[in-house]
């Protein structure tokens, strides 16, 4: 015996909206054969499961997928945290040179160009005051300490060569980190392409080597956004991709006076990708 298919009036209306029907082309049983042979294309397809909920992957997302994802917003700070405790020095500032017990190298060789300087930032050759308010916080922070100090002599026999700020070290390192992230953002919208930014924002070891190019300047991001770009539109994979940066960072940095940072910086990032599959 046959059951009778009752359907309310609101759920009438309701599929009438949802099908742009008028009353005339109103056929309940139609509409029932034409929603379960949705369901079964959709079932086909993939884009629902066998319990009849919908797949949760996004149908434009396949070129992330292919990538692990080992990365998430939150991780820029971290990473950045990580460069700054390996790879940057503490405070220096020429006009503390004059007092011998600071320790401070003069303003020749090697920092002949520079100016007062902390965890790599160059309050002058840098421009870190002009580049975000946090740069100038930044220095803000320090500047305030000159004036507790009473003197630039007091202050330069605490602040002695590569101090790391003290109890003023969280402060600047929270304030270095933004200050760089503006720096980063810059450099990402002018030479990764989009493919290549979601890859590396998502993936923690290309986050650290384009986090610490951002220390080494725009003409080393430029060149090392270049190979990455590159080796994702060929579909190369994120082990690959990884490989590409420590070879890169090896042309560019591997002989002379950086080989021993150089292979610092390679070892912080093979760690980073030990969860790599």
């Known amino acids: 015996m046959s059951k009778k298919l009752i359907i309310t009036e609101e ?127 930044f220095f803000e922070v320090i500047d305030n300490e000159k004036k507790k100090a009473g003197s630039m002599e007091n202050f330069c026999k605490k602040w002695v060569w590569n101090y790391r700020g003290g109890e003023t070290k969280n402060q600047l390192t929270d304030l270095a980190v933004k200050t760089m992230k503006s720096l980063f953002d810059k450099n990402v919208r002018s030479y990764l392409s989009d493919k290549a930014k979601k890859v590396v924002e998502s993936s923690r070891p290309l986050l650290l080597h384009f986090s610490y190019a951002t220390w080494n300047g725009p003409g080393f991001f430029k060149d090392f956004a270049k190979s990455i770009n590159k080796a994702i539109d060929e579909g190369k994979s994120e082990k690959d991709l990884i490989k590409i940066a420590k070879s890169d960072r090896d042309r560019r940095f591997g002989g002379g006076s950086w080989a021993k940072a150089n292979e610092k910086v390679k070892s912080l990032i093979d760690k980073e990708s030990q969860n790599i599959s």
């Open 11 to 137: 759920e009438k209306l309701r599929i009438k909206k949802l099908y742009s029907l008028s009353e005339q082309e109103f056929n309940p049983l139609e509409i029932v054969l034409k929603t379960a042979m949705k369901k079964l294309e959709d079932l086909q397809s993939g884009k629902v499961d066998s319990e009849g909920e919908m797949d949760s992957t996004d149908e434009t997302s396949s070129e992330e997928t292919e990538y692990t994802k080992s990365a998430s917003g939150d991780d820029f700070y971290d990473i950045t945290k990580k460069v700054i405790d390996n790879f940057e020095g503490g405070y220096w500032n020429p006009e503390c040179a004059k007092f011998p017990g600071s320790k401070h190298p003069e303003k020749t060789g090697m920092y002949g160009k520079s100016s007062e300087t902390m965890f790599g930032l160059d309050r002058e050759a840098g421009d870190i005051e002009n580049v975000s308010s946090d740069g100038k916080r």
